[in-house]
């Protein structure tokens, strides 16, 4: 193909592809009031690379072959860069902007929190003082099974049904269940709140009454053993899903001067960077409870131990980490 045909067949797309680098480099609130260029980057930047192999094959002019080469740069560097931002927000969202998110909405994680861990100590001191209580928050079959499960004379895996289950199969089963339950609790929210306040009093009675009836039954090294080691992360990622389940329930509730789909909107953004941590508290705790927390040949006190040190790490990444950052708002 010769140059010129060359040039009058793929200039357009070349155009295109540097028109939709101009608009990345932009300040971002300049693209927000611009309609972004549409493009494929990842195919558009294999086509350009193509573009130039071929222009160097076939001994193009060097000025046709500099401008792509220069093409291929800018788009090298904006694939790199953009890795690069990844990667740094990744970082930063862990290490600052999650736990001073969850600083600065305090009064919904508290209210989750009371909400939450209120129903289940209740339930728990309530059953040890009338032990049938418990029939009224769980069925007859599913405490048999969890006293199966937990039974000291058990030799097998605690907290399973069947031995059978592997690990990695009791990992996605775990992953399963805590994010059905998260969602629940999260999306509750949209029901001005309603929603969050019932799953987070629903799930607190539960889980308190399989704590104080296996307590009251006698079955605490094999129960408490069991959930020491994942309860810190699983017991604090249903309390901060409840908390942006009512993060949106506050902009239905009071959007202010706002119309309520536009505070929804507004605090969504917030809402959802919850969430996040909640489901990588949920995922932690899978990983926690299937490999670390079933294992019947790890001492009672390392777990007790184990346990404890990991409900510290977490109360002092929410309460200290990212403190003294600029973005810090009180």
């Not at 030799?155 to 049904?161: K, N, P």
């Not at 929210?189 to 296996?214: E, M, Q, T």
């Not at 009672?300 to 980490?321: E, H, P, Q, S």
Request: glycine fraction near 10%; include cysteine.
């Amino acid at each position: 193909m010769k140059q010129e045909r060359f040039i009058h067949r793929y200039q357009p797309q070349w155009d295109q592809f540097e028109a939709w680098l101009d608009y990345q480099q932009l300040p971002k609130k300049q693209r927000k009031a611009l309609p972004e260029p549409a493009l494929d980057f990842p195919q558009a930047y294999r086509q350009l690379c193509h573009h130039l192999a071929l222009a160097q094959s076939r001994l193009y002019s060097p000025l046709l072959i500099g401008q792509l080469n220069e093409r291929v740069t800018r788009g090298h560097n904006h694939l790199y860069t953009s890795r690069l931002h990844f990667a740094h927000r990744f970082v930063n969202f862990y290490l600052r902007d999650l736990p001073q998110l969850v600083r600065r909405e305090w009064q919904a994680v508290l209210l989750a929190g009371l909400l939450f861990f209120g129903s289940f100590f209740a339930i728990l001191i309530a059953i040890q003082i009338q032990p049938d209580l418990v029939y009224s928050v769980i069925d007859g079959s599913q405490v048999a099974g969890m006293e199966e499960m937990y039974d000291p004379a058990r030799t097998s895996r605690l907290g399973r049904e069947r031995e059978a289950d592997s690990d990695i199969y009791m990992f996605g089963y775990y992953i399963k269940n805590n994010t059905g339950i998260g969602f629940q609790v999260f999306a509750g929210g949209l029901l001005y709140g309603l929603g969050s306040l019932f799953f987070l009093f629903y799930n607190g009675l539960v889980i308190g009454a399989v704590a104080g009836h296996l307590t009251q039954m006698g079955y605490i090294s094999t129960f408490w053993g069991f959930v020491a080691g994942h309860s810190a992360f699983e017991l604090t990622a249903i309390v901060l899903a409840g908390a942006a389940g009512f993060k949106l329930a506050a902009a239905l509730i009071m959007p202010g001067r706002k119309s309520r789909a536009l505070a929804l909107r507004d605090n969504a953004q917030e809402a959802i960077g919850i969430v996040y941590g909640s489901a990588t508290l949920f995922v932690m705790a899978a990983f926690v409870e299937a490999l670390w927390s079933s294992q019947p040949w790890i001492p009672l006190m390392v777990k007790y131990g184990v346990g404890i040190a990991l409900w510290l790490l977490v109360i002092g990444y929410f309460t200290r980490l990212g403190r003294g950052a600029s973005h810090e708002t009180g």
